[in-house]
């Protein structure tokens, strides 16, 4: 037995031991997890500024945050300033190996395309896996992260903090209940991008910034010049590093929907002008359109996707004001309305007929808070909503977007087979071919 395997046994059986630890339910929103278990738990924090920043802070209040992980070093020595005696390290793939059974979890907040990289290097190592959204780069990537989940039996959750959001579970519950009837359409739109995206490679040539490791930055990503176009912040436009305003929004504004109505699995997608420039970047706005065959327990299904500013017809909302992000769902007998990034609220139009509505039982269960949610699962408890098996086929679904925007017509999509049918040129859009150093 390993030592990796001996410790996770361990904070089982002390999981275990605290009553109530493994349990959230409906209508219980109240979890007991005693303190002692939870501080057992030590986690390594890959990516430590921006979103990273608040990870690592919620891996503090949950565990023990034993290393630090950053490409550049002010990043990473400043947030060490909170964190004394702390491990240090700049490449990922040297913490785990030194680190090993120190380690019980990790976070990885690093741009889109080291995502899948360094989540599948920890579970291989057998460690816990957060991962901001979206899950990773590409389609090919969402895939491997699911099986390797499950083969290492390894709690994970993605970074969509809204499936933790009550509302969000009642608009799941509301929608399954079939409130607003047969669902035919479904609108969901973001302000982003509010980066800079739309450009050509950027000229000249920047010195790098001392402290900066700009080759760990690449990562699997072929290598180019360092350019302030890409780092900080600036990265999510780019092909090679992010997924653009569909990859940095979907996963929380068309999360509810996409939960309530098991929207995975489109059978064609096609981006109704591509924009994509030089092959550098996304456009500065686009309209994709997903179709999903009928199921089971719904009727076909057509979503749209808006980002740019670009919005859905203003007759859809019925009197209410527009939002920035937002997303509607059309049912045969109303339409439920979301103004919000994460799907957390939610009112059913038109207003008057749904006056004395009033919502079904609880068949979610209520969170205790997203990150607690996967803590528990780390000691033991409850999968977290957004465990791998769910996030992945979300990602997967969404990213399928952009495959679309860069191949420039309507794909036809084989989700057994993972392949597009009617364009196999497409299928370069999947995944990619890693830098020599680096492996999913």
């Known amino acids: ?14 999981a275990a031991a605290s009553v109530g630890a493994a349990f959230w339910v409906a209508n219980e929103p109240k ?7 939870l501080e057992k738990l030590n986690f390594a924090c890959i990516g430590v500024e921006g979103k990273g920043s608040s990870d690592t802070d919620s891996a503090g209040r949950y565990g023990n945050v034993v290393a630090l992980c950053d490409i550049d070093e002010s990043r990473l020595n400043k947030k060490a300033r909170r964190y004394k005696g702390v491990a240090k390290y700049v ?34 190592a057998g460690k816990h896996c957060f991962t901001q959204k979206p899950l990773t780069w590409s389609v090919q990537e969402a895939r491997k992260l699911r099986e390797l989940a499950n083969k290492h039996k390894v709690a994970t959750q993605m970074g969509n903090q809204g499936t933790s959001h009550d509302g969000l579970r009642e608009g799941v519950e509301v929608l399954r209940a079939g409130a607003i009837g047969d669902v035919t359409e479904v609108h969901v739109w973001t302000n982003r991008p509010v980066w800079p995206q ?21 990562g699997p990503a072929a290598v180019r010049p360092y350019s302030s176009a890409y780092h900080p912040f600036k990265w999510r436009g780019w092909l090679d590093f992010g997924t653009g305003a569909l990859g940095d929004m979907a996963c929380h504004t068309a999360n509810m929907v996409v939960m309530a109505l098991d929207l995975f699995d489109p059978i064609s997608i096609v981006s ?35 980002d740019g500013g670009r919005k859905p017809s203003i007759d859809l909302i019925q009197g209410e004001e527009f939002s920035n992000s937002g997303s509607l769902v059309v049912g045969s007998a109303g ?13 059913l139009l038109p207003k008057e007929k749904f006056k004395d509505y009033k919502k079904p039982e609880p068949t979610l269960p209520r969170s205790p808070g997203h990150f607690k949610e996967f803590a528990i699962a780390c000691a033991g408890g409850a999968p977290a909503m957004s465990n791998f098996n769910y996030a992945s086929r979300l990602t997967e679904t969404i990213l399928l977007g952009n495959a679309a925007m860069k191949a420039g017509k309507l794909l036809k999509w084989d989700a057994k087979a993972a392949k597009f049918t009617n364009a196999p040129e497409a299928n370069q859009y999947l995944g990619r071919t890693y830098r020599d150093g680096w492996k999913l």
């Open 272 to 306: 109704n002008d591509t924009g994509i420039v030089e092959n550098e970047t996304y456009p500065q706005s686009s309209t994709i359109t997903f179709q999903f065959a009928k199921t089971e327990n719904r009727g076909p299904v057509k979503m749209v996707w808006y």
């Open 91 to 124: 490449d990922y793939r040297e913490m785990l190996d030194e680190m090993g059974d120190k380690i019980d979890a990790v976070t990885v907040s690093t741009p889109d395309h080291s995502h899948a990289p360094a989540s599948a290097l920890a579970i291989r």
């Open 31 to 37: 979890v007991t997890l005693g303190n002692n278990v």
């Open 335 to 347: 339409t439920l309305f979301s103004p919000n990034d994460y799907g957390s609220k939610f009112v």
């Open 198 to 218: 739309g450009t050509g490679r950027p000229q000249g040539k920047e010195a790098i910034p001392e402290g900066l490791h700009w080759d760990l930055f690449l």
């Open 1 to 14: 037995m390993t030592q990796q395997t001996s410790r996770r046994d361990f904070l089982k059986t002390g």
